[in-house]
């Protein structure tokens, strides 16, 4: 079991940067890939980042955020996080942080532990 807590989001400015962070429990955090997903109002829940266990070889990004989004892991704080810059109005949502063993996957339904999301405001 993996249980997830989302660091606090917040308000942030169009143009700004947020990071968040993603502390996991258990003693086998670098067994599992990391991945954010984010859900606005109205909208279905989206992929936004992943990055694959241990050393964190692997990313991937939506095209919505690649260049402006950064994925990291650091194992010895069981701990993932999303660093955010150049955000936009259209990045508000609640971010989800989410794991799955080994191997990253943009598919919402392949990621089986969820955090209880943080949500993410950017004003324009």
């Known amino acids: 079991q993996v249980q997830l807590v989302e660091s606090r989001g917040g308000l942030v400015q169009a143009g700004g940067s947020l990071r968040l962070s993603c502390a996991a429990s258990?003693?086998?955090?670098?067994?599992?890939?990391m991945g954010w997903f984010r859900q606005a109002p109205g909208k279905e829940r989206e992929f936004v980042a992943a990055?694959?266990?241990?050393?964190?070889?692997?990313?991937i990004y939506a095209d919505s955020v690649k260049g402006r989004f950064t994925i990291s892991r650091d194992n010895t704080k069981n701990t993932s996080y999303l660093q955010m810059n150049s955000l936009k109005p259209e990045d508000t949502a609640v971010y989800y942080c989410?794991?799955?063993?080994?191997?990253?996957?943009?598919?919402?339904?392949?990621?089986?532990?969820w955090g209880q999301g943080t949500q993410v405001t950017v004003s324009s």
């Open positions: 989410t794991a799955r063993p080994y191997t990253v996957a943009a598919n919402a339904i392949k990621w089986g532990y």
């Open positions: 258990g003693r086998t955090f670098s067994s599992y890939a």
């Open positions: 990055i694959s266990w241990s050393g964190g070889s692997t990313t």
